[in-house]
Structures are given as structure tokens and as C-alpha cells.
T-cell receptor, first 113, second 113 residues
Framework: EPEVTQTPSHQVTQMGQEVILRCVPI?????FYWYRQILGQKVEFLVS????????KSEIFDDQFSVERPDGSNFTLKIRSTKLEDSAMYFC???????????FGPGTRLTVT | AQSVTQPDIHITVSEGASLELRCNYS??????LFWYVQSPGQGLQLLLK??????LVQGIKGFEAEFKRSQSSFNLRKPSVHWSDAAEYFC???????????FGTGTSLTVIP
């Protein structure tokens, strides 16, 4: 069964550093998403991406964040200058169409020290 | 604004007992509702979804959920719980104006022998 994969599973970085979280969505999917889950809190939407551009973003997704689909398979989330409060589990998801079920990856745990 | 409430943070049931996990939503129009399950170290797996039609929906692993518009609820049920059902369960609603999911805070299920 096709699945969404994410690397790395755990990333530790120092405050102020740039991090790139990587995702490989399901191959025939067209919509891509990033969510985050701060420990003990709910899963929060960050951004959706379609046709090589951002289609929707939340207020969390400020100028420190960017997304990219650098090739035909990867979908990345970049945090330009990490803050302590960026520590969270980051989930990538993909879907074949809007409103269709989103398939989630296992997540990347980001720890900012 | 859309929101999802899962009033039970943690539930413990005996193996073989029935289960009901509560979910209430706040949304102005007809919602699209989902239940996801997250096992430790895993991504979010879709259990079932409601878009329209029959208000009782069947999902994978023997789960079902009933949409009750009058109560703004979408409770998840299973008649007989298995030890492998121990996990975190998330209810989610999709905004009709976009494709971002709004998740509840989750209910952690423990199954005792």
C-alpha cells in the first residue's frame, strides 16, 4: 500500500538554525500539506500546496516558514531561523483531490534547543 | 470559526468491552468529518469519514461513527475493543472554504486485559 514517508524521524537543532523537513507524498497525489503538533496539544494546520504554489496557509505559517516541491517526488518544509517554540512533531500529508482523505506520514519530531 | 472538541483526554476500557469516543464540532455549514487513529511512532491513519448521506458510517477495524446534526456530534464506536486498538484517536473537520483540517486534541485509549 502506498504511503507518505518523512525524513528525518527526529531532528535536533539549535535556536536560530535553519532546518529542512522532507516528505515524499504518495506518487499520484496532487495536494500536499504540512501540520504540526506541539507536545500535548492538537494537530494544527500549517499550509497546503497545489500546482506548485501555496493554496492556503494558517497564521502559524509566517515568513520563517517556506515550502517547496524541488522535484517530482519531494515536498519540503523549511524553517529559516528556528525558535524554541518550533519544537513539535511535524506531519506531512497528501491527497488525490481536495476534501478527499489526507494520508499522513509518520512525522518528524523537531527539537529546538 | 471551525473547531472540534474531544472532551475525553484519556479513556481506559477492558478488552472485549464496547467503546464510544466523543467528538463535538462547531461549524456553520454541513461539515465533512473524519476520525483518525495514531499508534505510537506512526502517522495518522484514517478510520472513517462522513461527507453526506447515511449518518451512520462504517470504517476500518470494526469502527463506526454516527453523525448527529442536532447534537453537533460525530462519536466513534466499536462494539468490542481489542488490545491492538490502544492508540490516540483524533476527530477532524474540514472547512468547506478550503482544505485544511481542524483537529480535536485527541483521546488516548488504553485497553486492559
Amino acid at each position: 500500500e502506498p504511503e507518505v514517508t518523512q525524513t528525518p524521524s527526529h531532528q535536533v537543532t539549535q535556536m536560530g538554525q535553519e532546518v529542512i523537513l522532507r516528505c515524499v507524498p504518495i506518487s499520484n497525489h496532487l495536494y500536499f500539506y504540512w501540520y504540526r503538533q506541539i507536545l500535548g496539544q492538537k494537530v494544527e494546520f500549517l499550509v497546503s500546496f497545489y500546482n506548485n504554489e501555496i493554496s492556503e496557509k494558517s497564521e502559524i505559517f509566517d515568513d520563517q516558514f517556506s515550502v517547496e516541491r524541488p522535484d517530482g517526488s519531494n515536498f519540503t518544509l523549511k524553517i529559516r531561523s528556528t525558535k524554541l517554540e518550533d519544537s513539535a512533531m511535524y506531519f506531512c500529508a497528501s491527497s488525490s483531490d481536495t476534501l478527499y482523505e489526507q494520508y499522513f506520514g509518520p512525522g518528524t519530531r523537531l527539537t529546538v534547543t | 470559526a471551525q473547531s472540534v472538541t474531544q472532551p475525553d483526554i484519556h479513556i481506559t476500557v477492558s478488552e472485549g468491552a464496547s467503546l464510544e469516543l466523543r467528538c463535538n464540532y462547531s461549524y456553520g455549514a454541513t461539515p465533512y468529518l473524519f476520525w483518525y487513529v495514531q499508534s505510537p511512532g506512526q502517522g495518522l491513519q484514517l478510520l472513517l469519514k462522513y461527507f453526506s448521506g447515511d449518518t451512520l458510517v462504517q470504517g476500518i477495524k470494526g469502527f463506526e461513527a454516527e453523525f448527529k446534526r442536532s447534537q453537533s456530534s460525530f462519536n466513534l464506536r466499536k462494539p468490542s475493543v481489542h488490545w491492538s486498538d490502544a492508540a490516540e484517536y483524533f476527530c477532524a473537520v474540514v472547512a468547506s472554504t478550503g482544505n485544511q483540517f481542524y483537529f480535536g486534541t485527541g483521546t488516548s485509549l488504553t485497553v486492559i486485559p
